[in-house]
């Protein structure tokens, strides 16, 4: 390759080096490459006797790399590694870009290392750089070489065909039309081109690929589907498929471009020829056409009408719009034809053309610089004359428009101000008549500024010589004589409406001044009778008495009230005389109230009616109370009394049932005359019961004389009775327990004195964490799991305590144990002999049944199973009876 050629591939490869940023493959761009490349290298490698299968894959060793670049270039490359390991792979794959670059290609960010590593985007990179070096850089067509060369080539020969525009190698060749075309160029017998539908890009490309496959031994690189599925496909793939349709026509080619270079020469005079007579011509033509229409846009002869000015403003738009677009086209065709005739003429080394005189392209320019100077001042002139002519048709239509608003609003008003509507009216008529004259004087001053613009607008018309002044002034002055007359009868309404307000705001002010007065008077009549009428339900003396007070106080004011009732009667006359003295015609009653003098009157006289009635009624309570208060000291007395005693029985019981005087005997004896004392007693309660019924009949609810209620005294008296019941029941069951376990006296002392010992809260139980220390303090010195044993055995019922029956039973089981495990150790000592263990058939075998049973259900626990499997050594063995706190 010489300088040129490496250069020129430099130049193309440029843009690949961005390989590396640009190539972050579209899904549908890189599946559209795997398949084209993967294809492109099997057409050469089968020449080989060998395929690809996997792009990224078959390549990672170097071996089939190698091989492809020897098929496509022809030359040997140096010996292949024949290892399977890493070093070999990376150094086949080193000897292939090597050869590479060899070639003139510069290769960027393409290591070894990544294909080796199965690295898909630089894979694809390194086989795109192989087929741009070798498939399409020699490619060269009319002085342009590679992509440049192979684009120019495919629309050559895509030239002649219908519906086929080859721009680029990706959204040009979706409709499959293009393929075609390349073949049936060349091979007009093997496609019929005349079916094929734009609008069937599958069929087309299908049968251009199937084609090409079968008869042109083009493999098939691409799916049809992947090319219409995506919106632009993958230029790299199109160009590798398109460029072996180029080489398997090249032999083709270079026969028929001999061929056209002669018919270009030819061509190539006659167009120039063709192209000086069409220049000529056309600015012969253009010429004649602006030397006739700058006199037309030089001439400024004013009309007087704006229908007239307007015509020639169509005119000038006409020409704007019509007939100036052509000769721009014109003018344009001429400097491209003259740049194109010239630009061809030196690329033939033929002479420059030179046009006639006067017909220069600056001779064209100058004139038509001259055409748009005419333009524009005829353009600015017709501007000027409509802006004046429609001044003058707004300012009249504009007088026209304000007159006619003011006259329609002045219709009316005339009458409206001359009305005696207030003469009738109320005083809120009165105010509101006036915010409304308020609003149209408002209303009136800010009209004022149209009167004076419509003055004015038929001043500046006047100065304007206006065709129809004198209308305008007829008009404009009967205007203003109206608003003259406005004025005056808005004055005169005003006077008299204010007249008429300061009367009524005196009535007013009277008829307000009443109702202020008799709300709250008749509010307070009507509280008065709801407080004089209402019931009252009291439960002491001091309420009712409460009740007497607060109406003494109410009838100490009832002097005052009458006399506020008589002023505002006063009032209410005082409005009576003043509409008889001016003949104020009232057009209805007082507005701030609907309370007449003969609704105070009448509630007035029901007031001093019902305020006997209210004095009989609280002295009737006054007695019932007293009767209620002598209840409430009788029970309370008694209720003093019984309660107190009940708690100190309780907790006389409490102390017998923890005391160790005496045996259990005598504390049963001891017990059972409480009881019989308790039962004695039981009249007073009934008594008290009865005091209890009384005060229910009489509908008391509360007592001050006592914190005791009698639902307080019966449950005080059940705990009394349960308590001492099941205190002598305990005892008896102690008294059994003792019997039946054989524990003397001294012992059960002992368990009481340890058990009040640790019932710290004295409550007669011991919760877990005090029956824990108990045990502890006994001598046991057990683990979680043991004491979870014991509390399961003493509180079965899971209640967190330990009442002392249990702690007794419990205690009493625990020492029979004690024997019964010494026994049986004594036993496995001489069953064991010198080997240390023994066996659950050894223990039924050799030991009582009682005590074989016995050791089999404690070793339980250390076994998993109820019948313990294998053997237990001593150390398990005494674990089991014993517990870990024996070890």
């Not at 799916?223 to 995506?230: H, P, Q, S």
């Not at 001359?418 to 004087?441: G, M, N, P, R, V």
């Not at 009868?489 to 204010?498: G, I, S, V, W, Y």
Request: glycine content about 4%; overall charge negative; charged content about 30%.
């Amino acid at each position: 390759m010489d300088h040129y050629d490496s250069q020129q591939t430099n130049d193309y490869m440029q843009p690949e080096e961005d390989w590396d940023r640009d190539m972050l493959l579209d899904p549908a761009w890189e599946k559209q490459q795997r398949k084209t490349f993967t294809a492109w290298c099997n057409s050469h490698l089968r020449k080989a006797g060998t395929q690809i299968d996997n792009i990224e894959e078959d390549f990672r060793d170097g071996l089939k790399l190698m091989l492809l670049l020897e098929v496509i270039s022809g030359e040997r490359l140096a010996k292949p590694e024949r290892g399977k390991m890493r070093v070999h792979k990376i150094s086949n794959v080193n000897k292939a870009l090597d050869f590479i670059a060899s070639k003139g290609v510069k290769l960027v960010s393409i290591g070894a290392e990544e294909i080796v590593d199965g690295n898909a985007k630089m894979t694809l990179g390194m086989i795109w750089t192989i087929i741009l070096r070798f498939a399409i850089q020699d490619i060269s067509v009319e002085e342009t070489s590679a992509k440049e060369g192979l684009l120019l080539w495919c629309q050559r020969k895509t030239a002649p065909y219908k519906n086929v525009n080859i721009q680029n190698f990706h959204i040009s060749w979706k409709d499959g039309l293009g393929f075609c075309a390349l073949i049936h160029r060349h091979r007009p017998e093997l496609i019929d081109y005349g079916k094929l539908r734009k609008d069937d890009p599958l069929t087309n490309l299908n049968t251009a690929f199937d084609v090409a496959e079968k008869y042109l031994d083009i493999p098939k690189m691409l799916d049809a589907e992947d090319i219409v599925g995506t919106a632009r496909p993958d230029e790299k793939a199109i160009m590798t498929y398109v460029s072996s349709f180029y080489h398997a026509f090249s032999g083709a080619q270079k026969a028929e471009t001999a061929a056209n270079r002669i018919c270009k020469v030819l061509a190539v005079n006659q167009e120039n020829e063709q192209l000086m007579e069409d220049y000529e011509k056309l600015a012969s033509d253009l010429l004649e056409w602006i030397r006739r229409t700058i006199p037309w846009l030089e001439n400024r002869a004013p009309e007087n009408t704006m229908q007239a000015m307007q015509q020639k403003l169509e005119d000038f738009r006409d020409y704007r719009r019509l007939h100036k677009p052509p000769k721009v086209q014109e003018k344009c065709q001429l400097e491209i034809n003259f740049n194109t005739l010239q630009t061809k003429l030196r690329l033939s080394n033929r002479p420059a053309f030179m046009p006639s005189e006067g017909k220069m392209v600056s001779d064209i320019n100058n004139a038509w610089g001259g055409l748009e100077q005419a333009e524009k001042g005829y353009e600015e002139w017709l501007l000027n004359e409509i802006r004046r002519l429609e001044r003058l048709d707004h300012l009249a239509e504009k007088f026209r428009q304000k007159a006619s608003i003011h006259e329609s609003w002045t219709d009316g008003k005339e009458a409206m101000l001359q009305q005696k509507d207030y003469e009738t009216a109320t005083l809120s008529e009165i105010k509101a008549l006036l915010k409304k004259h308020e609003a149209f004087e408002s209303d009136l001053a800010a009209h004022q500024d149209r009167v004076e613009q419509i003055a004015a607008i038929a001043q500046e018309l006047n100065e304007l010589d206006y065709y129809d002044s004198p209308s305008v002034n007829a008009r404009c002055q009967k205007i203003c004589d109206q608003w003259d007359n406005l004025g005056a009868l808005t004055q005169k309404r005003r006077e008299a409406l204010e007249r008429t307000e300061k009367l009524l705001e005196t009535i007013d002010q009277l008829y307000l001044e009443y109702a202020k007065r008799a709300a709250p008077f008749n509010n307070w009549m009507e509280g008065a009778m709801e407080d004089l009428q209402d019931t009252f339900i009291v439960h002491t003396i001091e309420e009712i008495q409460g009740l007497t007070t607060a109406h003494e106080q109410f009838k100490a004011t009832l002097p005052d009230a009458d006399k506020e009732r008589q002023a505002i009667l006063g009032i209410h006359n005082e409005v009576s005389k003043i509409v008889q003295t001016y003949h104020v015609n009232m057009a209805g009653t007082n507005p701030y109230t609907t309370i007449t003098p003969q609704e105070i009157n009448g509630k007035w006289d029901h007031v001093r009616q019902l305020v006997p009635r209210r004095d009989q009624a609280l002295m009737e309570e006054h007695t019932r109370q007293q009767q209620n208060e002598r209840l409430r000291k009788q029970f309370g007395a008694q209720a003093n009394v019984i309660g107190p005693w009940i708690q100190t029985k309780m907790e006389e019981i409490g102390r017998i049932s923890i005391e160790m005087h005496g045996t259990l005997e005598d504390q049963l004896n001891h017990l059972r005359q409480y009881e019989k004392s308790i039962i004695n007693y039981k009249p007073k309660i009934d008594q008290l019961e009865g005091d209890h019924q009384q005060i229910q009949e009489a509908l008391i609810f509360d007592n001050k004389h006592t914190n005791y209620t009698m639902e307080h005294i019966r449950v005080g008296w059940e705990q009394l009775l349960t308590t001492i019941a099941r205190t002598i029941n305990e005892v008896e069951n102690q008294i059994l327990t003792r019997d039946a376990k054989g524990i003397s006296q001294e012992q059960m002392n002992e368990f009481r004195a340890s058990f009040n010992h640790f019932d710290r809260k004295k409550t007669g139980m011991m919760d877990s964490e005090d029956f824990r220390a108990c045990l502890i303090s006994m001598g046991y010195n057990m683990g979680e799991a043991e004491f979870a044993r014991i509390m399961s055995i003493v509180d079965p019922n899971r209640l967190g305590v330990v009442t002392f029956q249990a702690f007794i039973d419990f205690m009493s089981r625990e020492t029979a144990d004690t024997d019964t495990a010494d026994q049986v150790m004594a036993s496995f000592k001489i069953l064991a002999g010198d080997k240390n263990y023994i066996t659950v058939d050894e223990l039924r075998r050799e030991l009582p049944p009682d005590q074989a049973e016995y050791c089999i259900a404690r070793m339980a626990p250390y076994s998993g199973s109820d019948a313990v499997p294998g053997a237990l050594d001593y150390m398990s063995f005494s674990t089991a009876l014993y517990g870990e706190s024996d070890l």
